[in-house]
C-alpha cells in the first residue's frame, strides 16, 4: 500500500532493523551528533542545570539526592530558590529525578578516569538525546512506510532545523521528555506486543519521572492502545487485551508511586514536589498560547520556521493515518496547553520557547505526509518553498547554537542573535574553554560530518549497500565518539568556570583528604559550578552566598556540621590578610577548632575545623601569671590515655589580658620526646578591657609519621616584633622560665 493512500501501521511496517541496510540510520545520528559537538558549550548556563547537575554528582558520588551544594538558594527567594529545605535540613531540587537517575553513571565514570570534568561530560547528553530523536523521527518515518529517503531527511529537518538543536547544548530536562514522547508514539503505533508496550510504558514513566504533569500522556496513549488493540486480528482475547495494557499501565504506577514515597520522605507530603508558593499555573491559557506561538520574543514558529508545515500538514495526516493523527495531536495540544497556563510558559531566561521542545519531534512527525508528497512526490514550486523555509529554519539553529542567550535576552531575540552572530566568537567549547582554539577537534568533527553525508548520498542516490559501506558508517560513528571523548580531555582546564589552577590544586587536595563523614563549606557561591565540574570528594558540600554578615540560616548550619561532622573544611576566596568581612570563617575560629590552613593562592584557601564530641573537653584552672601582666585563666583539653597519629587534640586557652600598647602574642607548641618541635600556632593577644577574656582555640594534628612516647604541649608569651619571649611568674617571683609546660600526651 502506498504512503499516499490511506493507511495504518501494521505488522508489515518497516523498521530501522528490518530496512535493508543500517548505514543510513547510523549516518543520520553520526551527522547530528557530530554537528551537537561542533556546537558543544560543556557549560551549564542556567540555575535549572545547576540544579540538574547538583542532584546528579550527590546521587552518584554519596548516595543522596540532595543538592546542598546550592543550600544558599533555599535561602533566597525568586528564580534562585531551585528547591526547598526538607524535613531533615537538607535542600532538595524541585526538578524531576528522572534525568539525575540517567546521568549518574556519567558522573561514576568521570569519578574514575579523572581527566575529564563531570559537567564536561554530563553536557554530552544533550547531544546523544537529540540526536536519537533524530533518528527515532526517521524510524516512524519507515514504520509508516515511507522511504528511508524521506525518513533520513525529516530526521535531519528535526535534528538540525528546530530548536532541538540550540537545545543539544544543554542540560535541561525538555529534550529528554522530547525523546520519551516519541519513542512511546513510536513503541505504540508498532506491532503490539509484550516486548512494546513495555517500551512504551518505561517510556512514559521516564516522561513522569522528569516531569509529574507529563502523566496527561497516559490517557490518550492508553485509548490508542485500545483502539490497536481492538482492531487487531491478532489479539481478540480479551485476558491477551488486559495483560497488554497492564503492562502498559504498569510502569507510569510504578513511577507515581515512586514520586510519591520521594516527596514524602523529603517534604512530609505525597504531592509536594519543592516548587514554591507562586509557582503555579496561573495564567490565562489565551495570553500563555498567544506567546508560545505568536509572540517575537517566544513564538515556536519565528525559533523554528519549518514547524509551519505541521500545521499546514495536519489535515493530510489525519486524512492518512487519522488515529496516529488523534494521537500526536492530543500529545502536542495537552503539553502545550498545559505550558501555556504555566505562571513563567516563557521557560525562564532560554533560547525561545523551552516548554515546546518536546512538542517538536511530534510536529516534525506532524508534517510527514505533506513533506513525503511536497518534496517527494509532486515537487516543483512545493518543494521549493518547503526547501526554503527548511534553510531559513537551519540559519535561526545556527545562531542559536552559537551565540550565547543571555546575549539575546531582548525584544525579537533571533534578530538579535542574528546581529550578534562571529564565527571568531562562537559559544562552543573548541573556542572559548582553553588559551587556545581546539582546531584539531573542529576539523575532525567538520571531516566527520562531510564523510557522512558523502556516504549517505552514495546510499541514497546510487543504492551503495555493500559491507563496505556499512562498515564505514559504523566506524565513523565510533570515530566521532572518539573525538567527542578526546576532545573533553583537551577542555579539562576550563578557562570559563572561577577557579583556575589553583582551585584545581585545593579541589585534588579535599579528594586527598577528606572522608564521607567530613563536611565542606564553600563560602562564595560563584564557584558552584566549578566544584560541580572538578569535585573528586565524598565528603558532602554546601555551597554558601556571598555576604558580608553570618545568615541565621547559616549558622545553623554551622551549628548542625560542628557536632556531626568529623572536620569541615572551608574553602575561602578571601585572601587572609585582607580588610573583607569572614563570616564563616570567624563563627568557625570562635566555636571549632582550627586545625591548619593551606593557602594555594591569596583567593584559594583551605582551612580544616575539628570539633571534639561533646563532653570530651575537661576544664583546668591553671592561673598562671606571666611578666607583663597576662594571665592564662583556664583551658579546656581533650584528654585520652593514649593517642594515635592523625587524631586532633582539641585545646581552648582562655586569657585575661591588660589592655597596653605593646602587642603580644601567644605560640602553642608541640614537642616531640625528644624536644624536637613538630606542631605551632601563633596568634595575637588583646583585650579592650582588663576583665574581657580571650579564647583562642586549637585543633593540634598529631602527624602521621609520630613516634610513640610522651610529648609536651607548650604555651609561650613573645613580643611580635622583637621575638623575646616574656618570663613566667610564680607566687609573684619570676621564674626564669619562658615557657609553660601545659600538659603531657602519650602517643602509643
Request: glycine share 6%; charged share 15%; aromatic share 12%.
Amino acid at each position: 500500500m502506498s504512503p499516499t493512500t490511506s493507511s495504518f501501521p501494521n505488522n508489515s511496517s518497516q523498521t530501522l532493523l528490518n530496512m535493508p541496510s543500517w548505514s543510513l540510520p547510523i549516518l543520520l545520528f553520526t551527522i547530528l551528533l557530530s554537528t551537537y559537538m561542533f556546537t558543544y558549550t560543556g557549560m551549564l548556563t542556567s540555575a535549572d542545570e545547576v540544579s540538574i547537575a547538583a542532584v546528579t554528582e550527590n546521587l552518584a558520588a554519596r548516595g543522596k539526592f540532595n543538592t546542598d551544594q546550592l543550600i544558599w538558594s533555599a535561602w533566597e527567594h525568586g528564580w534562585m530558590a531551585q528547591g526547598t529545605l526538607g524535613l531533615d535540613g537538607h535542600m532538595y531540587s524541585k526538578k524531576g529525578v528522572g534525568i539525575s537517575i540517567l546521568l549518574a553513571p556519567l558522573i561514576k565514570l568521570s569519578l574514575a578516569i579523572r581527566s575529564v570534568g563531570h559537567t564536561h561530560l554530563l553536557m554530552l547528553f544533550g547531544p546523544l538525546i537529540c540526536a536519537l530523536t533524530g533518528l527515532l523521527v526517521m524510524a516512524i518515518a519507515c514504520q509508516w512506510r515511507y522511504p528511508p529517503t524521506a525518513g533520513f531527511t525529516l530526521g535531519l529537518v528535526c535534528g538540525l532545523g528546530t530548536i532541538v538543536w540550540p537545545y543539544s547544548k544543554t542540560l535541561f530536562q525538555e529534550p529528554l521528555i522530547g525523546l520519551a514522547l516519541v519513542v512511546t508514539v513510536y513503541a505504540i503505533s508498532s506491532k503490539l506486543n509484550t516486548r512494546t508496550m513495555l517500551l512504551a510504558s518505561l517510556m512514559l514513566a521516564l516522561a513522569m519521572m522528569n516531569r509529574l504533569p507529563n502523566a496527561l500522556a497516559i490517557p490518550p496513549v492508553v485509548l490508542y492502545g485500545l483502539y490497536r488493540l481492538h482492531k487487531s486480528i491478532e489479539h481478540q482475547n480479551w485476558r491477551t487485551r488486559l495483560w497488554l495494557i497492564g503492562i502498559l499501565l504498569s510502569m507510569p504506577l510504578v513511577a507515581g508511586i515512586t514520586l510519591a514515597h520521594y516527596n514524602w520522605l523529603r517534604f512530609g507530603a505525597w504531592t509536594s514536589t519543592g516548587y514554591i508558593a507562586g509557582e503555579t499555573f496561573s495564567t490565562p491559557l489565551f495570553q500563555g498560547l498567544s506567546g508560545l506561538l505568536f509572540s517575537p520574543e517566544e513564538s515556536l514558529f519565528l525559533f523554528s520556521p519549518v514547524l509551519v508545515f505541521a500545521i499546514v500538514g495536519m489535515p493530510l495526516l489525519f486524512q492518512r493515518f487519522k488515529a496516529e493523527a488523534v494521537l500526536v495531536f492530543t500529545l502536542i495540544a495537552i503539553n502545550l496547553c498545559l505550558f501555556a497556563l504555566w505562571y513563567d510558559w516563557r521557560g525562564g531566561l532560554a533560547w525561545g520557547p523551552r516548554f515546546t521542545v518536546p512538542l517538536t519531534p511530534l510536529l516534525v512527525i506532524s508534517m510527514l505526509p505533506l513533506f513525503h508528497e511536497w518534496v517527494f512526490l509532486r515537487g516543483g514550486w512545493r518543494r521549493w518553498i518547503f526547501v526554503s523555509v527548511a534553510l531559513i529554519s537551519v540559519a535561526v539553529q545556527v545562531v542559536g547554537s552559537s551565540v550565547f542567550y543571555f546575549e539575546t535576552n531582548k525584544p525579537w531575540p533571533v534578530l538579535a542573535a542574528f546581529a550578534q552572530f562571529d564565527l571568531t566568537n562562537l559559544d562552543t567549547a573548541w573556542m572559548q574553554a582553553g588559551p587556545v582554539v581546539e582546531w584539531q577537534v573542529i576539523g575532525l568533527l567538520l571531516g566527520i560530518i562531510a564523510i557522512a553525508f558523502y556516504l549517505a548520498f552514495l546510499i541514497l542516490h546510487h543504492r551503495q549497500r555493500s559491507a563496505l559501506v556499512t562498515l564505514s558508517s559504523i566506524g565513523l560513528l565510533l570515530i566521532t565518539l572518539a573525538v567527542a571523548s578526546w576532545g573533553l580531555t583537551r577542555i579539562f582546564a576550563d578557562q570559563r568556570l572561577a577557579g583556575g589552577d589553583d582551585y584545581r590544586a585545593l579541589a585534588a587536595r579535599l579528594t586527598e583528604a577528606t572522608s564521607p563523614r567530613d563536611a565542606i563549606i564553600v563560602d562564595n557561591h560563584i564557584y558552584t559550578e566549578f566544584f560541580l565540574n572538578y569535585s573528586q570528594s565524598s565528603a558532602p558540600r554546601y555551597g554558601f552566598l556571598r555576604s558580608d554578615a553570618l545568615r541565621p540560616e547559616a549558622k545553623t548550619l554551622l551549628e548542625g556540621l560542628a557536632l556531626s561532622a568529623d572536620n569541615i573544611w572551608l574553602v575561602s576566596d578571601r585572601p587572609t590578610n585582607a580588610a573583607l568581612p569572614k563570616p564563616e570563617e570567624t563563627w568557625l575560629n570562635e566555636h571549632t577548632f582550627r586545625v591548619g590552613e593551606e593557602a594555594f593562592s591569596d583567593y584559594a584557601r583551605l582551612i580544616r575545623y575539628y570539633h571534639p564530641p561533646p563532653g570530651s573537653l575537661n576544664k583546668h584552672l591553671p592561673a598562671v601569671t606571666f611578666e607583663n601582666g597576662a594571665r592564662l585563666v583556664e583551658y579546656q583539653l581533650a584528654e585520652s590515655e593514649n593517642w594515635s597519629p592523625g587524631e586532633v587534640v582539641s585545646l581552648a586557652l582562655a586569657w585575661q589580658v591588660p589592655p597596653t600598647s605593646t602587642e603580644i602574642a601567644t605560640s602553642v607548641q608541640l614537642l616531640r620526646p625528644e624536644g624536637i618541635l613538630i606542631w605551632q600556632s601563633d596568634a595575637n593577644l588583646s583585650a579592650s578591657s582588663a576583665i574581657d577574656l580571650v579564647v583562642n582555640r586549637y585543633g593540634i594534628l598529631l602527624p602521621n609519621d609520630s613516634p610513640p612516647g610522651e610529648y609536651q604541649i607548650w604555651v609561650v608569651l613573645y613580643h611580635p616584633a622583637t621575638g623575646e619571649r616574656v618570663q613566667v611568674i610564680n607566687r609573684g617571683h619570676l621564674t626564669g622560665q619562658d615557657a609553660l609546660v601545659l600538659t603531657k600526651l602519650n602517643l602509643k
